[in-house]
C-alpha cells in the first residue's frame, strides 16, 4: 500500500517575457502529498523501480508506470493495485480512455492495454529498438505511439492491424504523441527541434520549426482544458513551455528557474498549464495571465517527470522519479 506524507508550500515568482508577453508577480500556496510506490521509498539519487509518467482516468485513479521495475500501478488514494508487464520491460509512455482502459507504450517495442477488468493485452510492435514513445488516442478507436528510433508514427487499429508512417524529417526523433479534438496526431521532434502533426483529414504532415537549440520533449492536449485550438509543449534544454496553434503559430514561454528542466506539461479546466520541473524538482503553473507560480516537492532531488490533471477536483498528479514516490497537489487559491 502507499505511505504518505504531507506539506503545504508557498512561494512567489516573477515570470520571464516571453514572445510579447510580460507576467505578473503570484503568491500562492498548495498542499502536496507524496505517497510511497509499492516497494518503499528509496533514497534520493536512486533509481529504484522509477515512476516515470502518470494518467488520471475518470474515476480520479492515479496510473504510473515502475519503469526499473517494470510494473504499472493503480492508485485510488488509498489502496494501490500492482500490474505486472512481463514480458514487456520498461513501461514509458501511459494514456487513459474514455472507457477507463489504460494504454502504455514499453521499451520492449509493445504497446499495452490493461482493461478495466485488469485484463492485460499485449500487442508488439513490428521491428525491435525503436523506443516507443507517447501513446494517446482519436476518437475511431485507433492507438497512437511514436517510435523514436525509427522515425515513424504506429497506428493500432481496433482489429488489432498496425499501420506506420514516416515522419518526413530524417533522425527527428519523436519523443512524445497526443491526438487533438479533430483526430489530428502531433508530436515533438527532440532532434529535429520541430512540432509536427499528421492531419487526420487528410493523411498530410505539417512541421513546425522551433528557434534554433529547442528541443521539444512532449507534447500534451485534452478534450476537458479550456484552451481547445491549442497543444502544449515542454523544451527541457531551453528551459520553457510553448504552445502551438492548429494553424502553427507557436508561443513560447521562460520559467522561472533556470535550468528548471520541464519534461512534460498538461493544462486544466481552468486554463492553467502545470508542468513538471525534472533538474528543479518542483511542479510549475502558469496561469491564464502568464504570470508563473513554482512549487517545490517536499522531497528533494526527486526528480519529477510525468503529470496529469484529474478533471474532477482540479488537482495535480505527478511521478518523481528518484524517491519511488507520487505526489498529489491540491492548490490552495
Do not use: C
Not at 525491435?128 to 497512437?144: A, E, Q, R, T
Not at 509543449?233 to 494553424?247: H, L, P, R, V
Not at 511521478?319 to 492548490?331: S, W, Y
Amino acid at each position: 500500500m502507499l505511505r504518505l506524507s504531507k506539506i503545504a508550500v508557498s512561494s512567489s515568482f516573477v515570470a520571464l517575457a516571453s514572445m510579447a508577453f510580460l507576467s505578473s508577480a503570484v503568491q500562492a500556496s498548495a498542499t502536496i502529498t507524496e505517497y510511497d510506490g509499492p516497494g518503499g521509498s528509496s533514497a534520493a539519487g536512486s533509481t529504484t523501480s522509477m515512476p516515470l509518467q502518470a494518467a488520471v482516468d475518470s474515476q480520479s485513479n492515479m496510473w504510473f508506470g515502475q519503469f526499473t521495475k517494470g510494473n504499472v500501478v493503480r492508485f485510488d488514494g488509498t489502496a494501490s493495485t500492482e500490474f505486472n508487464i512481463a514480458p514487456a520491460t520498461g513501461p514509458m509512455n501511459i494514456w487513459v480512455d474514455a472507457a477507463d482502459g489504460m494504454w502504455l507504450s514499453a521499451v520492449g517495442d509493445e504497446l499495452i492495454n490493461i482493461k478495466a477488468s485488469g485484463e492485460i493485452v499485449h500487442h508488439p510492435l513490428p521491428g525491435i529498438n525503436s523506443m516507443p514513445m507517447g501513446v494517446s488516442g482519436d476518437s475511431k478507436g485507433n492507438i497512437w505511439v511514436a517510435r523514436m528510433w525509427t522515425n515513424k508514427l504506429a497506428k493500432l487499429a481496433p482489429n488489432g492491424t498496425i499501420t506506420e508512417y514516416s515522419i518526413p524529417t530524417f533522425l527527428s526523433e519523436p519523443t512524445g504523441v497526443t491526438v487533438d479534438q479533430y483526430d489530428n496526431v502531433w508530436y515533438a521532434g527532440m532532434r529535429s527541434g520541430k512540432i509536427g502533426v499528421r492531419r487526420a483529414a487528410t493523411g498530410r504532415f505539417n512541421e513546425y520549426k522551433l528557434p534554433l537549440g529547442a528541443r521539444p520533449m512532449s507534447v500534451s492536449y485534452h478534450p476537458k482544458q479550456k484552451s481547445q485550438n491549442v497543444i502544449w509543449f515542454t523544451e527541457e534544454a531551453t528551459n520553457k513551455i510553448g504552445s502551438i496553434t492548429q494553424t502553427g503559430v507557436i508561443t513560447r514561454y521562460s520559467i522561472p528557474t533556470a535550468a528548471g528542466g520541464p519534461m512534460m506539461a498538461a493544462e486544466d479546466a481552468a486554463g492553467n498549464v502545470w508542468f513538471a520541473e525534472f533538474t528543479a524538482s518542483k511542479i510549475g503553473r502558469m496561469r491564464a495571465d502568464h504570470s508563473f507560480t513554482e512549487y517545490p516537492t517536499p522531497t528533494a532531488l526527486s526528480e519529477p517527470m510525468g503529470i496529469a490533471v484529474d478533471f474532477n477536483d482540479g488537482s495535480v498528479w505527478f511521478a518523481e522519479t528518484r524517491p519511488n514516490k507520487v505526489g498529489h497537489l491540491v492548490p490552495n487559491d
